[in-house]
């Protein structure tokens, strides 16, 4: 997994690529994120239109990031999931926790 991030009107911008296996990358992506809110950031886009695969432990690092931010009365948006990832988000009913949308432009006017 590989990930790049920016900062975009005081909501961090994250594009996950590769897999999404939370027991290699999770603790990194977790903390870069605490290092984020300390700064006061608490509104995030996490870009997974890159994300072949994930597995529960994936699935964790998203609920974390989420929880995290929720308890800082923050938000957390997902982009472009691929289609496997949309169905693993459908039978998880991740669907009805995460929001979910198609363009960076959609999410970024979300959350302003």
Do not use: W
């Not at 999770?26 to 886009?45: F, Q």
């Not at 432990?57 to 931010?69: R, Y």
């Not at 800082?72 to 459908?90: A, F």
Request: with cysteine.
């Amino acid at each position: 997994m590989d990930y790049k991030k920016e900062v975009i009107d005081n909501i961090l911008n994250l594009e996950i690529s590769g897999d999404l296996i939370g027991e290699n990358n999770g603790p990194g992506l977790v903390e870069m994120l605490n290092d984020h809110i300390n700064k006061g950031i608490n509104k995030c886009i996490i870009d997974i239109s890159g994300v072949r695969y994930m597995n529960s432990s994936g699935i964790g690092v998203l609920i974390t990031i989420l929880t995290k931010l929720r308890n800082k009365d923050g938000e957390v948006v997902l982009i472009n999931p691929s289609e496997q990832v949309k169905k693993l988000l459908l039978i998880t009913k991740l669907n009805n926790i995460f929001t979910i949308y198609d363009t960076k432009e959609e999410a970024l006017e979300s959350l302003k």
